[in-house]
Nanobody, 127 residues
Framework: QSQLVESGGGSVHPGGSLVLSCTAS????????VGWFRQLPGKGREGISC????????YYEDSMKDRFTISRDNALNKAYLRIVGLKSDDTGAYFC????????????????????WGQGTQVTVSS
């Protein structure tokens, strides 16, 4: 069964950092661009970042450029999202998704035809 599994979420204090992982099984992640999304309480899913299958190109929503860093390790079949300077407003569920070879212009929309979605990992920021 092909799937993506996120991990690395948890409870952190404001100002802290996390590295979220997206691990693929049953599929070769090197064949896919990977997007990261989040869903904050009471809101829809929003795109954070996307990285092409090769890792050479990455993209960010404008509001996410300063504190979020996307990366991948195709040899390990994993992608990552590093978040620094966490704020209470970052509390929510974080998801990874895989699509094609390239992110494409509509990568940040969850209506983009992503082939696989993970189940999400919860990030809670509180003092």
């Amino acid at each position: 069964q092909s799937q993506l599994v996120e991990s690395g979420g948890g409870s952190v204090h404001p100002g802290g950092s996390l590295v979220l992982s997206c691990t693929a099984s049953g599929l070769r992640l090197a064949d896919y661009a990977v997007g990261w999304f989040r869903q904050l309480p009471g809101k829809g899913r929003e795109g954070i970042s996307c990285i092409d299958s090769s890792g050479r190109n990455s993209y960010y929503e404008d509001s996410m450029k300063d504190r979020f860093t996307i990366s991948r390790d195709n040899a390990l079949n994993k992608a990552y999202l590093r978040i620094v300077g966490l704020k209470s407003d970052d509390t929510g569920a974080y998801f990874c998704a895989a699509t094609g070879l390239f992110c494409g212009k509509t990568w940040s929309s969850d209506r983009n035809p992503y082939d696989y979605w993970g189940q999400g990992t919860q990030v809670t920021v509180s003092s």
